[in-house]
C-alpha cells in the first residue's frame, strides 16, 4: 500500500462573535485541512495549525506520493528537518505542519486496522475528556456576542451553566483598567459560587507591578491558574512568590520553566508539537517533572478530535482543556461543530480520529478564507489602523 495524492486546503473556522483580548480581537482562526489518500482509496485526514502550512505541505507531496503510510518515522524524514539544528520561527512552521500530516497519518493507521487513534497510542485511560467554556467581552455580530460590561460576561457565564452545565470557566483578564479586571473576577465568582473552576488568560499583558496588585484578589477569589499574566517565565518567576495562583504559559520550553520554578502548566496541541508522537513524549517529560499540561482553544473539530485522543491515551493530562467550541458556528467535520456539556467530550469510538470529513462544508470554510483572508487578531476597531499596547500600570 503506497500514499497516491496529498491534498492541503487552507480554511476559516470563523467565531460566531469576535473576542477581545489583551492586543485586539479576533474573530476566527485560519487552518490547514490534510488529506492523505492510498492508491486503494483509504483517507487519513488532519489538520495544521495555519492556512500558511497548506504551501509547505502541498511541497512536501511528491515526497510523500509512493511512500508506505504505516510508516510515520520515514515519512518524516523525508519532510521534516531535525529540529535541535533549526531551532528558529521559520522552522517551527515546518513543525506545524508536519503536525497536520502525522495526523492524517495516524487516522489513516487507524482507519485500515479498524482502531481509534487512542487504542494505537497505547489504549484510553479514560473516555469522557474534560474542557472550559470560555469567557470574554465580545463585539456584537449577527445577534451573537455583545458582551461589553462584566455584567453582561457574568449573564453569559450563567446561560452557560443553566443550558449546558458548564461549571469550568477560563477567560480573558486583560483590561487596561486594572480595577475592572478584579470586578469582573470577582463578580463571576459571586455568580457561579465557590464550586466553580474559574481560570483567567492574560496573554502576558501586565507589568509584574500590576500582576502583584492583582494577584492578592484573585488569590481571594479561588482562581484555578492563571495563564501568562506578565511577559515571559523570567517575570512569572519574579511574580511566583507573591501569590501561590498556578500559573500556565504557551512556552514550551520544559527546561527553562524548571530551572525557573514557573510556569506550573504548559498548554498547547498536537499539530503545534509536530503530531501525536512529539506531544505525547513532551507530555510524558512534563509528568516526570510535575509540570502539568493540557491543549489550547481555536481548532476545528479535527483538532479537537486529536486532542480527544491524546488526552484518552496519556495519563497526566488530566486538567480541563480550553475550548472556544461554544463560539464556532461552523466546522469541517459531519459531527460538527463539538461543544461540551457537563464539562466533557466523548471520545469518538470510530476507527482513526472517528470524524468525518464533510467535502461541502470543507469547501464553505475554504471559500470564507478566500473572501475574508486571514483573520487580524491585533486589529483594534476602536482605533482603526493602529496596534494596541497594554500600559505598564
Known amino acids: 500500500m503506497k500514499i497516491a495524492a496529498v491534498r ?14 489583551a492586543y485586539g480581537v479576533l474573530d476566527g482562526f485560519s487552518k490547514t485541512i490534510v488529506e ?10 488532519g489538520e495544521a495549525p495555519s492556512h500558511g502550512s497548506a504551501a509547505i505541505i502541498d511541497r512536501w507531496a511528491e515526497r510523500l506520493r509512493g511512500r508506505d503510510p504505516i510508516d510515520i518515522a520515514g515519512a518524516e524524514l523525508a519532510c521534516l528537518p531535525f529540529q535541535r539544528g533549526v531551532q528558529s520561527i521559520t522552522e517551527f512552521d515546518l513543525l506545524g505542519a508536519w503536525g497536520g500530516v502525522e495526523m492524517a497519518l495516524w487516522d489513516l493507521r487507524g482507519r485500515l486496522w479498524g482502531r481509534p487513534v487512542a487504542d494505537l497510542l497505547g489504549g484510553a485511560v479514560r473516555r469522557e475528556i474534560p474542557f472550559t467554556d470560555y469567557f470574554s467581552y465580545r463585539l456584537a455580530q449577527d445577534g451573537k456576542g455583545g458582551e461589553a460590561s462584566v455584567e453582561a460576561v457574568v449573564d453569559y457565564c450563567l446561560m452557560l451553566r443553566e443550558a449546558f452545565g458548564t461549571t469550568f470557566f477560563e477567560g480573558k483578564v486583560s483590561d487596561p483598567d486594572v480595577g475592572a479586571n478584579i470586578r469582573l473576577v470577582g463578580a463571576l465568582r459571586d455568580a457561579l459560587g465557590p464550586d466553580a473552576m474559574i481560570r483567567i488568560d492574560s496573554n502576558q499583558a501586565f507589568s509584574v507591578p500590576t500582576a502583584v496588585r492583582l494577584a492578592p484578589a484573585f488569590e481571594e477569589f479561588g482562581v484555578r491558574n492563571w495563564e501568562d499574566p506578565v511577559a515571559g ?31 506550573d502548566a504548559i498548554v498547547s496541541n498536537v499539530a503545534g508539537f509536530g503530531g501525536f508522537t512529539r506531544m505525547l513524549r513532551f507530555v510524558s517529560a512534563c509528568e516526570e517533572m510535575g509540570v502539568d499540561f493540557w491543549c489550547y482553544s481555536g481548532d476545528s473539530g479535527l483538532g479537537t478530535a486529536a486532542y480527544l485522543h491524546a488526552c484518552a491515551a496519556h495519563p497526566h493530562i488530566r486538567e480541563p ?11 469541517v467535520i459531519a459531527e460538527g ?5 457537563n464539562n466533557v467530550l466523548a471520545l469518538p469510538e470510530g476507527p482513526g480520529l472517528g470524524v ?3 467535502r461541502d462544508r470543507l469547501a464553505f470554510c475554504a471559500r470564507l478564507l478566500v473572501e475574508r483572508g486571514a483573520p487580524d487578531k491585533h486589529r483594534d476597531p476602536a482605533r482603526p489602523g493602529v496596534h494596541r499596547r497594554m500600559p505598564l500600570v
Open 8 to 21: 492541503a486546503t487552507p480554511v476559516l473556522i470563523p467565531l460566531e462573535a469576535p473576542y477581545v483580548w
Open 36 to 45: 492523505i489518500e492510498t492508491a486503494d482509496g483509504a483517507v487519513g485526514i
Open 233 to 263: 517565565m523570567e517575570e512569572m518567576a519574579r511574580l511566583r512568590p507573591r501569590t501561590a495562583i498556578p500559573f500556565s504559559s504557551h512556552n514550551t520550553d520544559l527546561p527553562k520553566a524548571l530551572r525557573l520554578g514557573a510556569p
Open 321 to 331: 482543556n480550553q475550548s472556544l467550541l461554544r463560539m464556532q458556528p461552523f466546522d
Open 337 to 341: 461543530p463539538l461543544a461540551p456539556r
Open 356 to 358: 468525518t470529513l464533510d
